[in-house]
């Protein structure tokens, strides 16, 4: 691996260069998939209710073992009350992501363009035509000869 700000050869990736010091990433390595909206809607959709089973059935738990005594300290009904209103807004947590979830497939069903398929003038992109492909000429027919040595200029440089 070459190092891209100085040029010296055989670096290791993941490390510094070792003659300018800049890092040298693995470029080889695949780049990290982005997640969707929907991706997210998905998870909060699970933990969402995985919070809401869990939180009502120790609050039940609480109520069911702690309150046919008469000793019982006032912190598990507190503890009680607390998991019931997490429980509460979870469910509507999970109110607002089913929303989302109709939002999202219900734009996805009227094929609304996203920011991806239009321009920075709002117009949607025409499809591209593949028949009339020009080369790059100026990369491809440029070549510099390395083994050349410039002779030095005359002129004092400032």
């Known amino acids: 691996m070459f190092c891209p700000k100085c040029g010296k050869p055989d670096q290791s990736p993941e490390t510094f260069c070792r003659q300018c010091g800049n890092f040298l990433p693995d470029l080889e390595k695949s780049a990290k998939k982005r997640q969707t909206p929907e991706d997210h809607l998905k998870a909060n959709t699970f933990l969402s209710f995985v919070t809401i089973i869990v939180s009502f059935s120790l609050a039940i738990a609480l109520y069911s073992i702690f309150l046919p005594r008469n000793d019982t300290h006032w912190v598990i009904y507190l503890t009680a009350g607390f998991l019931i209103a997490i429980g509460a807004w979870q469910i509507q947590s999970l109110w607002r992501t089913v929303l989302l979830k109709k939002h999202f497939n219900k734009n996805r069903s009227q094929d609304v363009p ?30 510099r000869n390395l083994t050349e040595r410039k002779t030095p200029s005359s002129k004092p440089q400032h």
């Open 114 to 143: 996203t920011l991806e398929t239009e321009g920075v003038t709002g117009r949607i992109l025409e499809k591209a035509n593949l028949d009339e492909i020009v080369p790059a000429s100026i990369t491809e027919q440029t070549t």
